[in-house]
């Protein structure tokens, strides 16, 4: 029993590699370079853009957890073809997709997934295949407060600066919360198509600043900032183009209600896994 795991030694992977290394479960890091190293892991080496690396990873898998890696949009297409085309080829036992916060499940909201999007390709080629699968939805990762700009002011101010409005509501999750949604679908195949992960009832920006309140004793306001003053404070570490267009699905979030997941298709009702609160996160993170 063989499990394949993109970007291992990432954010979303990594969590995921070590809960399967942890549980006996032979793990396959999938990396560029041969010489990466990953606790308990074998290191294979592919690349997205190859068909033929990737089919030889996946070949013989028990599972496979697959996302996509930011880029430009072209690239992020192809990568998605690739995918499927490897899938299709090796034919591994089952496919878990992050969609890393894209939205798939809210037909009608402007966040939706396009049809032609890297993210929607990949979900239809996955569904054209036959190949055993499940897409995994969460909305917005709580690591996006570690950025330095946010997690400095938090503890140098005392003040949780963030650019949503102070009621906006969110169904939160962090890393941690996919690796043990992902672990657990793969061993349900039965269960298919999305599964929103997420805080529900979702929370807004003065509940994390309770939290965070609560984890490092002292007070922390939450202070609602401006996205196009966020994307500048993160442009350094990012990059501008890349800061822009996080400034701009900001934005974009400024003119919707709220930013939740749907219970019926949550990993709570379907899995019953219930997401870590923003302090139980803090704790597992060592912050």
Do not use: C
């Not at 992977?13 to 990953?38: E, F, H, M, T």
């Not at 749907?262 to 379907?270: D, G, I």
Request: aromatic share 6%.
């Amino acid at each position: 029993m063989t499990f394949v795991i993109h970007g291992a030694t990432g954010a979303q992977g990594a969590p995921l590699a070590a809960l399967l290394a942890a549980a006996n479960k032979p793990v396959v890091a999938i990396a560029r370079d041969a010489g990466a190293a990953v606790d308990n892991a074998r290191v294979m080496v592919a690349d997205y853009s190859s068909v033929r690396q990737l089919t030889e990873v996946y070949s013989g898998a028990d599972g496979v957890f697959v996302h996509l890696p930011l880029g430009a949009e072209d690239d992020r297409r192809t990568y998605a073809r690739n995918i499927v085309a490897a899938v299709r080829a090796a034919r591994p036992a089952r496919v878990v997709f992050s969609t890393s916060g894209a939205v798939v499940d809210a037909p009608g909201n402007v966040l939706q997934e396009q049809q032609d999007s890297a993210v929607s390709t990949l979900m239809r080629g996955l569904e054209d295949s036959g190949v055993s699968h499940v897409v995994i939805a969460p909305r917005m990762f709580l690591e996006n407060l570690l950025l330095p700009p946010v997690i400095d002011a938090v503890g140098e101010e005392g003040a949780l600066r963030y650019p949503l409005a102070v009621g906006f509501a969110v169904s939160w999750a962090s890393h941690l919360d996919v690796a043990d949604t992902a672990a657990a679908l793969f061993e349900q195949p039965d269960i298919t198509g999305v599964v929103s992960v997420g805080q529900y009832p979702a929370i807004t920006g003065p509940d994390l600043a309770e939290a965070f309140s609560a984890r490092r004793g002292r007070d922390v306001a939450y202070e609602a900032i401006d996205p196009a003053l966020f994307g500048e404070s993160i442009a350094p570490l990012i990059g501008a183009g890349a800061a822009a267009g996080v400034a701009g699905l900001y934005q974009t979030l400024a003119t919707l209600p709220d930013n939740t997941i749907s219970p019926e298709r949550s990993a709570q009702k379907l899995l019953g896994l219930v997401p870590r609160t923003v302090e139980q996160w803090l704790a597992d993170i060592g912050m």
